[in-house]
């Protein structure tokens, strides 16, 4: 059963708008993330994997692969800064199935905040820094 609930959220995740789902290459790895409003997830996803749906949550998904494009099990640590100079540290958690691999965060937030993400990937000996940015919306 719960193996139906991830692939609900592999699927859901894989069918967010292409937009919503960028990538960067970092040393030896293809980093691809995305962030979106928790509300997008069905209830049951949000509950299988102890997430809170709102429209004031922030979703941050992070898949890591070789160059090859086979997925990588890292250590992820970071944090989002906003326009106003707050800072929220991202607790990630780690999400298996099958071959694939993913890392989710929450990041609650206010309508219209803009935040910087600088994330810390470990792995394979080294360390990589992603950043982007992101502007959150209440639906």
């Known amino acids: 059963m719960k193996t139906a609930w991830i692939s609900c959220l592999l699927a859901l995740l894989m069918t967010l708008p292409l937009r919503a789902e960028q990538m960067k290459e970092l040393g030896p790895w293809q980093v691809h993330y995305s962030a979106f409003n928790s509300s997008f997830l069905t209830p049951e996803v949000a509950k299988a994997y102890g997430l809170e749906r709102s429209r004031y949550n922030g979703i941050i998904n992070i898949a890591v692969q070789n160059k090859k494009g086979v997925a990588q099990a890292v250590g992820i640590s970071g944090e989002a800064k906003n326009l ?4 929220r540290t991202l607790s990630f958690q780690e999400v ?5 691999i993913y890392y989710l965060a929450v990041l609650p937030y206010r309508n219209e905040d803009t935040y910087q993400f600088t994330l810390k990937i470990m792995g394979e000996g080294q360390q990589q820094t992603l950043t982007f940015q992101q502007t959150f919306y209440v639906d």
């Open 84 to 87: 106003t100079g707050t800072i």
């Open 96 to 100: 298996k199935e099958g071959e694939s």
